[in-house]
């Protein structure tokens, strides 16, 4: 096992960051699969999610409810403060994350994991135009930011999200636990 206790997963809108995780989260049931809070209308699915009001995330920022927290898209996010807790404890825990996030979540978890989940234009486009949450507008926009740089200094690998998800969870999983000699 590694000496990281929090793996994050970052990259575009619709790259698939979701079903990474849940593969991820299949693979290593020892792995808690964290459930963010995210000021969206519980109706447009995706992942899995506590659907909360502009109002109430404010609420449960001033109580402490969060470790971390930002906003993307419009929309507030936040990591629940147990996430701290359990990894403080040893657990190992697993989130997606926004990129604009980093620099913040290493100041906090200090043995952080990051893969960085990337999709060719062509298949962002079209995922994105699937999925059907955002208007054209929206949808240049995310795909204008699909090539933000990450926060240097930080461990990063690499995955490729282009083809099945099976391979991708599997070079995931081959990042997170190399095979040693």
Known sequence: MSNWRLIVIVGPSAVGKDSVLSGIAAAKPAIRLVRRVITRAPELGGEDYDSVTAEEFGIRVESGAFCLTWQAHG????????????????????????????????RIFPDLRVLNITASPSVLASRLTKRGRESEGEIKRR????????????????????????????????????VRA
């Open 75 to 106: 929309l507030l996010y936040g990591i629940p403060a147990d996430v701290l807790t359990d990894v403080g404890l040893g657990a190992t825990c697993i989130a997606n994350l926004s990129r604009s996030a980093l620099t913040q979540a290493v």
């Open 143 to 178: 795909l204008a930011q699909a090539e933000k740089p990450l926060t240097d200094g930080i461990d990063v690998a690499e995955i490729r999200n282009d083809g099945l998800l099976t391979e991708t969870v599997a070079m995931a999983l081959a990042a997170l636990y190399p």
